[in-house]
């Protein structure tokens, strides 16, 4: 069976495959591996290695899911808006939220697949629909795991002093997608310049004017800096 892995290919020749090429056979190879967790690794492209009808195959789609979220990239429209599937793809390992990307726009507005994929990586918030962007429990969550997640909230939840306060701490140069009030804020400003990552001088160049002017923080920045 040309153009298959060298495990598959194994495979089929001990289960005298060899000489079958057709789509359904090695749907039905890929589907006995997969379940026996027989590959060890799976490539992002492995249902187009398997072939177009891979892309339409439910099972198979979701057992390569399951173990490398990236390959619903390759999944058909209707798959890539079945909302179990996708859920399995960005819920996995840190990181995957980001593979919301891949999702049908009615996914991306979904605030159970927008919740998991922010929980995984915040910075998935980019993704989901713009109405969930301004979704308060949604923007909290990503920018818990990802303080740059804050460029991607609405401009409403932009000037929660709560969640900005969140962010900047985490990564004081976030501060430059605050609203301009908050970087009118003084207690903002200096959690901003606190923050272990980004902090310092490279987020006071985002506080407004009238602060940077101010003696006491620029005495604490000349103290955090040395």
Not at 124 to 149: C, F, P, Q, Y
Not at 157 to 182: C, H, P
Request: charged share 30%; aromatic share 4%.
């Amino acid at each position: 069976m040309p153009g298959l892995p060298e495990p598959v290919r194994r495979f089929a020749e001990q289960k005298n495959l060899t000489s079958a090429t057709d789509g359904k056979t090695r749907l039905q190879i890929f589907r006995y591996l997969l379940r026996k967790k027989l590959l060890n690794t799976i490539p992002v492209d492995i249902l187009k290695i398997i072939g177009p009808e891979a892309m339409h195959d439910r099972e198979i789609v979701k057992l390569v899911v399951a173990q490398f979220g990236e390959t619903i990239s390759h999944a058909s429209k209707d798959l890539r808006a079945d909302k179990d599937l996708v859920l399995r793809a960005v819920k996995g390992s840190s990181g995957n939220g980001n593979y919301l990307v891949y999702a049908s726009r009615e996914l991306r507005d979904d605030p159970d697949v927008a919740l998991a994929a922010v929980k995984s990586d915040g910075s998935a918030l980019e993704h989901v629909s713009a109405r969930l962007r301004n979704d308060r429990k949604i923007v909290s969550t990503a920018v818990k795991s990802s303080g740059w997640a804050l460029r991607y909230a609405s401009k409403q939840l932009r000037a929660d002093r709560k969640i900005v306060l969140m962010a900047v701490k985490q990564i004081g140069v976030v501060l430059e997608f605050a609203s301009q009030d908050l970087k009118k804020d003084i207690g903002v400003v200096q959690a901003a310049i606190s923050s272990q990552d980004c902090g310092g001088s490279e987020a006071f160049e985002f506080a407004a004017k009238k602060l940077q002017r101010d003696p006491d923080l620029k005495k604490m920045l000349k103290d955090i800096e040395g």
